[in-house]
């Protein structure tokens, strides 16, 4: 109403808008079009003037080329005293000898033999070409702006030998002059044009707005309830259309009014029922609210409300556990990302996303990471919701990292138990038949003088020794520990020397189909770890292998390293068979294979073993037909140190880290 009535206090009439709008449209112009004019004006004097100049320079050169090549420095200085005097514009002409030494000066007559020292007479020396330069004056007082042409001499052509170079200085005050008298008349004709375009716009402005005033007039006699039906608005335009449909709204009017009141009696009646059915709603719904937030803030696992994949809520054990989610800033909200462990952020990301498509519960479990960066195993249950009329998640994070280290101590714990008295029966026995093998073939050999028997005796004795150490290394993985000395490890350079060993291993075994695997490194910088290198090369080997033996027809093994929270994490990943849930479970079983008798089933357990040795963690994930993932996490030599000392001995194994 305030515009209506013309006290708005930036209220501007729309005949003076249009008038502005139309003179700036006109100064645009005619400011542009002057733009153009004084540009084109002045390229045209710059380009005469060049020319002219240039002219002038050839002319002089032309009558002192002989002078030059006979070193007349007499009829130089005549032909550039002559050459200033021919033109009032030129300010002075300078003849320079073959070696630069000035020949002929206008101006200053005495510099004849010297050699100018100037920045542009030293341009003018150097230049091999036509030279153009423009600047102020350096002759006498004379601080005029100049145009200068410099002109090498070469009097056999212009292949010919340089004997001098003739430099011709033009004023340019004229050209300034006759500029600015061009642009005082182009601003004279702006200032006229501005003038007409403004008298212009204020007429054709007046035109188009007097029928807008009286449809302002008319909206203010019909808002105070007046309305005369006699007004007629008739334009032939857009002006006179909208009279016409606001002549019809405003018959209409009168008849929505009445519709109105009848509507308004209507409602007062309903309200009066209303109130007290709104007020004993409103105190359930506050009593509901009230013990929701009691049981979802006073919970012991952390209750999570998400969305577009911030978090919105968080109950206080979240808090605890995660740290705060900046409740007084949505946002600027905590990604529900942070949560989750950087190597499973990706798979959550799309389970998230999955539950938002579906209507059912989901539960999952997955890896996360708590306030103080320790890893965390999570137990996710939880469904889409609606909040404020979008879409939401709100699920529940149970911590059930002591639950499952206390199911991995106790699984590991069977495991080993199994492997060390397999190990000890093994050893025990096989060493006793490798015993009597060796003792009888060398005493055999000491009685037996054939050569070809001493042979087959000397065979019989390298595969028992060759089966003394098959045991030995049993032991060492799975019984007694042997000395190794333990020092700081780089991991990638480890994987490098590993992937050269069983590309030539495989090229022996394979023949030309070998080159049917391949291996792609995405080595990251990595810290030290704090191991053993053989035993760790022996853990890569195995891996390698057993994705080998899982890709008979070829594939491509992928192998990445990285450090997280002084953590390096190795992926080993191939595009193998894989494995079904039921082998899963058992491919840590010592001696357990799928693939016949002629493997042992010894290289995962052996993997295993050498992991734990190294307080690290060694995880498997595989589907069938969707290839196998290795994931080895070992910790950095720093905080190995941190746990066990720097020492040269083997640490104990360390089952809680056990995958």
């Known amino acids: 109403m305030s515009a209506l009535n013309g006290t708005s206090r930036s209220f501007v009439p729309l005949n003076r808008r249009f008038t502005m709008a139309f003179a700036m449209v006109i100064l645009g112009l005619v400011g542009l079009m002057a733009l153009l004019i004084e540009f084109q004006h002045r390229s045209t004097i710059r380009s005469e003037s060049r020319a002219r100049t240039m002219a002038i320079a050839r002319s002089i050169a032309g009558s002192a080329a002989t002078s030059l090549v006979a070193y007349d420095y007499i009829a130089l200085q005549q032909i550039a005293d002559g050459a ?39 341009r003018a020396r150097a230049t091999t070409e036509p030279l153009i330069q423009e600047g102020k004056g350096e002759i006498k007082e004379s601080s005029a702006s100049i145009l200068e042409v410099d002109l090498p001499v070469r009097p056999d052509g212009p292949a010919g030998v340089r004997w001098g170079t003739v430099r011709v200085g033009l004023s340019l005050e004229s050209f300034h002059r006759e500029i600015a008298f061009v642009r005082r008349l ?21 035109r188009i707005t007097r029928p807008i005033k009286k449809l302002v007039e008319a909206s203010r006699n019909l808002a105070e309830g007046r309305w005369d039906s006699t007004l007629k608005i008739e334009t032939g335009d857009e002006i006179g259309i909208l009279a016409t ?99 499973r952020r990706g798979e959550m990301s799309g389970v998230l996303k999955k539950a938002l498509q579906s ?49 991995r101590q106790l699984v590991q714990s069977e495991r080993l138990r199994a492997m060390g008295e397999v190990t000890t029966m093994v050893a025990h026995n096989f060493n006793n038949v490798l015993a009597i093998m060796l003792a009888r073939s060398q005493f055999l050999r000491m009685r037996i003088k054939e050569e070809s028997l001493q042979k087959s005796l000397i065979a019989i004795e390298q595969a028992a020794q060759k089966g003394a150490e098959i045991v030995r290394r049993i032991q060492e993985f799975y019984g007694e520990e042997v000395d ?48 053993a290198e053989p035993l760790l090369q022996d853990a890569f080997k195995r891996i390698l292998l057993n994705s080998a033996e899982a890709m008979p027809e070829g594939g491509q093994i992928r192998i990445h390293s990285g450090a997280v929270n002084d953590q390096v994490i190795i992926r080993i990943q191939d595009n193998g068979s894989g494995m079904p849930p039921e082998v899963l479970r058992r491919a840590f079983d010592p001696f357990f ?50 746990l066990v000392g720097r020492t040269n001995e083997p640490p104990a194994a360390d089952s809680s880290n056990a995958a």
């Open 484 to 531: 190794l000395k333990f020092t700081e490890i780089s991991v990638n350079t480890t994987l490098r020397d590993v992937v050269v060993f069983v590309e030539n291993y495989w090229q022996v075994s394979r023949g030309e189909s070998w080159h049917s695997i391949q291996v792609e490194l995405d080595l990251q910088p990595t810290p030290f770890v704090w191991g």
């Open 245 to 343: 449909a606001f002549s019809e709204a405003a018959g209409k009017l009168t008849q929505k009014e009445k519709e109105l009141l009848d509507a308004q009696d209507e409602l007062q009646k309903l309200n009066a029922g209303l109130e007290e059915t709104v007020s004993l709603r409103t105190e359930e719904l506050m009593a509901s609210r009230k013990l929701y937030q009691l049981l979802v803030e006073n919970a012991p696992d952390s209750f999570v409300l998400v969305q577009d994949e911030k978090i919105i809520f968080a109950n206080k054990a979240f808090e605890e556990l995660f740290g705060p989610w900046e409740r007084d800033t949505p946002v600027h909200a905590k990604p529900i990302a942070d949560v989750f462990h950087p190597s």
């Open 359 to 407: 209507d059912e519960a989901f539960l999952s479990e997955t890896q996360g990471v708590s306030a103080s960066g320790a890893p965390l195993e999570l137990e996710i249950r939880g469904r889409k919701v609606s909040y404020q009329n979008e879409t939401a998640l709100e699920f529940i994070l149970v911590d059930i990292t002591n639950r499952r280290r206390l199911l």
């Open 593 to 642: 294979t799928t693939k016949g008798s002629r493997l042992r089933g010894l290289g995962l357990p052996a993997a295993m073993g050498v992991v734990q040795r190294h307080r690290g963690r060694l995880e498997l994930q595989s589907e069938p037909n969707q290839g196998t993932l290795v994931v080895i996490t070992l910790p950095a030599a720093r905080l190995h140190q941190n």
């Open 84 to 122: 200033h005097r021919q033109d009032p514009l030129i300010l002075y002409v300078i003849i320079h000898d073959k070696e630069g030494r000035v020949a002929g000066h206008s101006t200053h007559p005495e510099s004849v033999g010297r050699l100018l020292q100037d920045s542009r007479s030293i």
């Open 186 to 206: 182009l601003i004279a004709q702006a200032l006229l044009g501005l003038l007409l375009g403004v008298f212009a716009g204020h007429i054709l402005s007046r």
